[in-house]
């Protein structure tokens, strides 16, 4: 993958400055160490920072068609490539390079604004039609790659990351209170809304489209939608011989595997203990007809550390094992690079742990790194769905009592709320969702930390409301669904996507390939009935755990679900470095403004002396967003409230034997 950045005239008519487009491509050199390419014309300043992965030798850009009227720059990988290529060129297409960028030129050729629709893989993409003098940026279907804008009187500039855009000087970093609002309730950020006032994120699967006026008016910034998650009506779905079921997932899956494994440099996997990434490592193994170097990361702690599970997986499938510890004290080191990197504030510590591995993999030598995220959206592999599913039993007759005793949980375990205020949420949500639960319990964190001025400036809305969701639609659906559809629409691409994959990675210069977020995966999976899913109340990832069977160990297929994580607020407020004492004192969270200065104190101490049995959970990935919004505002709003560390210690990694270890940083 690489990062595009760059700057319309939305007149269509003055030249961008070449060195504004340079500073902001800089900003993103470490997506794209390789090489960069610009396009600077009347209307137009494009930038791409290359990370070479496919196509060497050839690829660089922008890519044109034949004719040099239309050119693009793009992020990402579009893996079914060769198969297109060949199409296009059957139909008289002229190929000039070796990279799967160049497809893109040409099937706009043949599809014209309806171009994103024949892309399959990972994406971001700023395209120009010279002749129809019209500016199109898109991304793809589930969020992979990352895609912000932002308007400016009559410029429109955009980037891979928001640094890109601050990197123009032409945005002031202005922090956004909804957008922090949105942390504390979601912990991710999966919606348009960013931390940065004015900052907008494109939504996956959606697309702008900005046309040149002849009147002298700017053009209109319009957004349009080209794909969207889709189940079946609630009994009509897929159900039948498991036999069968399985071999058409099993074939799917395959596919998706084998066509992310092409490269032009060699592909590893992260490996854990659970099921997901073992089986697209066993995959990619089978199909490679030799193992694939394996990257687990090590969380001490009673409940955190599944090493033991993925080192079993490992020597079953004959893999080199890369084994990285993370404890409390790497964790800490590390969250100024993390939120350097992610531009957000980050509440889920384990995504330093990620950011490590994804800086062990560049070490070694690799770009390229495959993954099981989605298969828990896909296949109900959340607690939060069994819990939902218990009290489904009580909506027999096509009632919705359980919604009303699923409010009255969140009432009695988090009364920040009233229930009219809750069931609006429900209301513009299709239903109560399985998430809604932890969302709420989470949420109670932004009533006990944000401050007075916080919560004026927030007013009565709520994150709720920008959630994508069409409600009427989503209620046609099986509950289970409905379930599985939020979680596509928020938490992957606001945290996993975000958060734990595309940011984490390519801070480092490593591409991550997701198997099981392959279209025709999803598309499958979606139409399934829910028993092959979630099989009673305990027995997740049904149909998935069969198709593993058939490669893994059974004990590698049917390990019990556990969720990757490592200690909370405990990793900082435990003997914290001096950078996180100076941005939790009284001056430092009075400067920001954001939070209740005695309030965050009292819990902030108290886990530092260990008496913090009455905070719970919650509360404590609370404080860590707490934190990590002051770290933010250190990096992004100017600074004042710290000094950071200039260099921390590279966590303890064991290796195979063969790799040597890299110098030390």
């Known amino acids: 993958m690489c990062g595009i950045a760059g700057l319309i005239d939305l007149n269509g008519k003055r030249q961008p ?15 794209g160490p390789d090489e960069d390419g610009y396009l600077i014309r009347p209307g137009i300043g494009f930038a791409n920072r290359r990370l070479s992965i496919v196509g060497l030798g050839d690829g660089s850009q922008p890519i044109f068609n034949e004719d040099g009227t239309v050119a693009v720059v793009y992020n990402g990988e579009l893996f079914d490539y060769p198969e297109r290529k060949a199409e296009l060129e059957a139909k008289g297409h002229k190929f000039r390079t070796h990279t799967d960028t160049e497809i893109i030129v040409h099937l706009y050729e043949e599809y014209g604004e309806g171009v994103f629709e024949q892309l399959k893989g990972q994406f971001a993409i700023a395209l120009y039609d010279f002749s129809k003098r019209t500016v199109f940026l898109a991304r793809d279907r589930v969020g992979i790659c990352p895609l912000h804008w932002s308007r400016q009187g009559d410029w429109l500039y955009f980037g891979s990351e928001i640094k890109a855009l601050l990197a123009s000087g032409a945005i002031d970093a202005a922090p956004d209170p909804r957008g922090i609002d949105h942390l504390f309730t979601f912990f991710s950020m999966g919606t348009r809304r960013t931390m940065f006032e004015g900052v907008h994120s494109l939504l996956p699967g959606h697309y702008l489209k900005m046309q040149f006026r002849g ?13 969207d998650f889709d189940f079946p009506n609630a009994g009509e779905e897929l159900d039948g011989d498991a036999t069968t079921l399985i071999d058409e997932f099993e074939a799917r899956f395959r596919r998706a595997v084998e066509i992310r494994l092409r490269a032009d440099v060699p592909v590893v996997g992260y490996l854990s203990g659970g099921v997901d990434s073992a089986y697209v490592l066993a995959t ?19 409940g955190l550390d599944e090493t033991s599970d993925a080192l079993f997986t490992a020597r079953a499938l004959g893999c080199k094992p890369t084994i990285l510890r993370s404890d409390s004290t790497v964790i800490a080191n590390t969250y100024p690079q993390l939120i ?21 993999v560049s070490d070694q030598g690799y770009k390229v790194a495959l993954t099981g995220e989605g298969s828990d959206e896909g296949f109900a592999g959340y607690i939060w769905f069994k819990l939902r599913k218990l009290s ?27 229930k009219a205020q809750l069931k609006r949420i429900d209301d513009m949500m299709g239903r109560a969702h399985a998430q809604t639960l932890i969302y709420h319990l989470v949420g109670q964190s932004r009533d006990r930390y944000f401050s007075a001025e916080m919560k004026e400036r927030i007013g009565d809305h709520v994150p709720y409301e920008d959630v994508p ?16 559809y939020y979680g596509y629409k928020v938490h992957l691409p606001g945290l996993l996507l975000n958060h734990k994959g595309d940011r984490v990675a390519m801070a480092n210069s490593v591409e991550t390939r997701y198997p099981f977020l392959d279209e025709d995966v999803i598309s499958y999976v979606s139409k399934l009935a829910p028993r092959w899913k979630l099989r009673g109340l305990m027995r997740d990832k049904y149909l998935l755990r069969h198709a593993a069977a058939r490669v893994l160990p059974k004990e590698s297929a049917w390990r019990k679900k556990g969720m990757f994580r490592a200690p909370l607020a405990e990793s900082f407020f435990i003997n914290p470095p001096q950078y996180v004492r100076d941005l939790m004192s009284p001056e430092s969270l009075a400067r920001t403004g ?11 101490e108290a886990i530092g002396r260990g008496e913090d049995k009455n905070i719970n959970v919650f509360l404590k990935m609370g404080l860590t967003g707490v934190l990590s919004t002051q770290l933010w ?25 063969a790799v040597s270890a890299p110098a030390a940083a």
């Open 469 to 484: 969701i069409d409600a009427d639609r989503v209620r046609k659906w099986d509950p289970l669904n409905q379930s599985l």
């Open 594 to 604: 954001y939070f209740d200065v005695e309030t965050v104190r009292r819990d902030y």
């Open 392 to 418: 489904y039993f009580m909506d027999a007759g096509g009632t919705y009592a359980s919604d009303a005793v699923n409010r009255m949980f969140r009432m009695r375990m988090a009364p920040y709320m009233t």
């Open 284 to 302: 990619a193994s089978k199909l490679r007809g030799s193992p694939v170097p394996s990257f687990t990361i090590q969380v001490p702690g009673k």
């Open 215 to 227: 009147d002298g008016k700017p053009a209109e910034i319009v957004e349009r939608q080209y794909w």
């Open 633 to 657: 505002h250190q990096l992004y709003m100017g600074g004042g409230l710290c000094e950071l560390p200039q260099n921390s210690p590279r966590p303890e990694v064991e290796r195979p034997a």
């Open 17 to 31: 400055d070449a060195a504004i487009v340079h500073r902001m491509a800089d900003a993103l050199w470490h997506r």
């Open 340 to 360: 350097a990197s992610t531009d957000c504030p980050v509440i889920d510590t384990s995504c330093a742990a990620l950011w490590r591995l994804a800086q062990e």
